[in-house]
């Protein structure tokens, strides 16, 4: 009995060893890879700004870098966050990254680290409309060997067979960052269904009136799903 408790000591210790460091070395490439991305995002900016001026000085271009694992970059009237997940995760089972023979064939592939993209109204930070909605567009994730896929929408989503023919690079992120503001841009505010909006509350007509914060979102009222476009 007490030789097969040192063996179920020891595999546990090994495993722990194992997922620990694997576990490691995913945080340290997403952090990384984040790290380069707020590089990205301030040069950027900078280059969009210096573009655009002599034009309308009411368009904002700007970046900012909101602490450790999250940046933002306004653009005119939308923002984006790109906020980075402090934890690893794994595929859930139904997920199609299965099928590719990359992660299949060696499941500790499927461990990643993960880069969120949300898109926000402007005016949400600016008027402190805390009740407004951001929607995700897109999330990178990186994995122990710095191989990366996108889910995302539209332009943002690359082919999950991809995954493992590619290590995460600059040229990589720049074209991430350039469609999600390129699908941003084509994302517009739509008018909200008139249903959704047709009883307000006293309290609710008092807080716009003093603080312009009714709840605002690009599809108030509508479905957002992940195969939108």
């Given at each position: 009995?007490?030789n097969?408790?040192m063996?179920?000591?020891?595999?546990?210790?090994e495993?722990i060893e194992?997922k620990?460091?694997?576990e490691?070395?995913?945080?340290d490439?997403?952090?990384?890879v984040?790290?380069?991305?707020?590089?990205?995002l301030?040069?950027?900016?900078?280059?969009?700004d210096?573009?655009?001026e002599?034009?309308?000085?009411?368009?904002?271009?700007e970046?900012?870098?909101?602490g450790k694992?999250?940046?933002?970059?306004?653009?005119?009237?939308d923002?984006?966050i790109?906020?980075?997940?402090?934890?690893?995760f794994r595929f859930?089972r139904?997920?199609?990254?299965?099928?590719?023979?990359?992660?299949s064939n060696?499941?500790l592939n499927?461990y990643?680290g993960?880069i969120?993209?949300?898109?926000f109204l402007s005016?949400s930070?600016k008027?402190n409309?805390?009740a407004?909605?951001?929607y995700?567009?897109g999330?990178i994730?990186?994995n122990?060997?710095n191989h990366y896929?996108?889910e995302g929408?539209?332009?943002?989503h690359?082919?999950?067979?991809?995954?493992?023919s590619k290590?995460?690079?600059?040229?990589g992120l720049?074209?991430?960052?350039?469609?999600?503001?390129q699908y941003t841009?084509d994302?517009?505010?739509?008018?909200?269904?008139?249903d959704?909006?047709k009883?307000v509350?006293?309290?609710?007509l008092?807080?716009?009136i003093?603080?312009s914060?009714?709840q605002?979102?690009?599809?108030?009222?509508?479905?957002?799903?992940s195969?939108?476009?």
């Amino acid at each position: 009995m007490e030789n097969e408790s040192m063996g179920m000591r020891k595999h546990i210790l090994e495993k722990i060893e194992v997922k620990a460091n694997i576990e490691q070395a995913i945080f340290d490439n997403t952090f990384n890879v984040f790290l380069e991305l707020k590089d990205i995002l301030h040069e950027m900016s900078s280059e969009i700004d210096d573009a655009l001026e002599g034009r309308d000085k009411r368009i904002k271009i700007e970046y900012r870098d909101r602490g450790k694992f999250e940046a933002q970059l306004q653009i005119a009237a939308d923002t984006l966050i790109f906020s980075m997940h402090t934890n690893v995760f794994r595929f859930n089972r139904e997920h199609m990254i299965w099928q590719n023979s990359y992660v299949s064939n060696e499941h500790l592939n499927g461990y990643c680290g993960i880069i969120n993209i949300y898109n926000f109204l402007s005016d949400s930070f600016k008027y402190n409309r805390n009740a407004d909605e951001g929607y995700l567009i897109g999330r990178i994730f990186i994995n122990r060997e710095n191989h990366y896929c996108v889910e995302g929408k539209r332009q943002l989503h690359y082919k999950h067979n991809d995954f493992g023919s590619k290590t995460m690079d600059r040229e990589g992120l720049i074209n991430i960052v350039e469609m999600a503001i390129q699908y941003t841009l084509d994302f517009d505010l739509l008018v909200p269904q008139y249903d959704s909006i047709k009883i307000v509350s006293v309290d609710q007509l008092n807080t716009k009136i003093e603080n312009s914060k009714m709840q605002t979102g690009k599809r108030l009222g509508y479905k957002f799903n992940s195969d939108d476009i």
